[in-house]
């Protein structure tokens, strides 16, 4: 059973950087697309970004400049680095398995989810 | 970015209902559509995928159709687990989208 759970400071300072793991168990990374989305309260869901089963990424442009997205396979860790954070970035953060099967993909599963607030 | 509408945004039934939510894109997503349940507290869930596929160990109450920019998800009978959130999701290109959400509770 494929089981994520996220993890991070839970309150950062604007202007800084924020960085989450996900620690994704039952599955070996190496096979699979991995993406970040968020919810900023009570807005709806934000898709992120991804990084595909060989490394490459594809991010949000709303995002892109702040943002990176890795993952250590050894480890089993997806990580999110987003710089520069502001209020707007006040969000829960969810890591999610993204199936792809031919043109088709999805979301399948998502983690718990991991609170952050942006504030000084 | 192709927009996601659905509607209603939120949506009161009583137990043994039928409930139909509908989903808009602002341009052509063919069949690249999934639908998600979220419950508070608990991680989103996917239900269907590719309009109509549902996914494994999803209840068949649960059905999904439409093509194009019109998209249903339609629950038969509701039962007490059923009432949450839901949002459609279109794969069609990114940035990925989702609707706002239908927020649907007991009467």
């Known amino acids: 059973q494929v089981q994520l759970q996220e993890s991070g400071p839970g309150l950062v300072k604007p202007s800084e950087t924020l960085s989450l793991i996900c620690t994704v168990s039952?599955?070996?990374?190496?096979?699979?697309?991995w993406s970040w989305i968020r919810q900023p309260p009570g807005k709806g869901l934000e898709w992120i970004g991804y990084?595909?089963?060989?490394?490459?990424?594809n991010y949000n442009p709303s995002l892109s400049g702040r943002l990176i997205i890795s993952v250590d396979a050894s480890k089993n860790h997806l990580s999110l680095r987003l710089t520069s954070v502001t209020a707007a970035d006040t969000a829960i953060y969810y890591c999610?398995?993204?199936?792809?099967?031919?043109?088709?993909?999805?979301?399948?599963?998502w983690g718990q989810g991991t609170q952050v607030t942006v504030s000084s | 970015d192709i927009q996601m509408t659905q509607s209603p945004t939120s949506l009161s039934a009583s137990i043994g209902d039928r409930v139909t939510v509908t989903c808009r894109s602002s341009q052509n997503i063919r069949h690249y559509l999934n639908w998600y349940q979220h419950k508070v507290g608990e991680a989103p869930k996917l239900l269907i995928h590719?309009?109509?596929t549902l996914q494994s160990g999803v209840n068949s109450r649960f059905n999904g159709s439409g093509a194009g920019t019109d998209f249903t998800l339609t629950i038969s009978s509701l039962q007490r687990q059923d009432f949450a959130t839901y949002y459609c999701?279109?794969?069609?290109?990114?940035?990925?989208?989702f609707g706002q959400g239908t927020k649907l509770d007991i009467k």
């Open positions: 039952g599955v070996s990374m190496k096979n699979f697309y």
């Open positions: 999610v398995r993204h199936v792809v099967l031919g043109y088709a993909d999805w979301f399948d599963p």
């Open positions: 999701q279109q794969a069609f290109s990114t940035p990925y989208t």
């Open positions: 590719f309009v109509s």
């Open positions: 990084i595909t089963d060989n490394g490459g990424t």
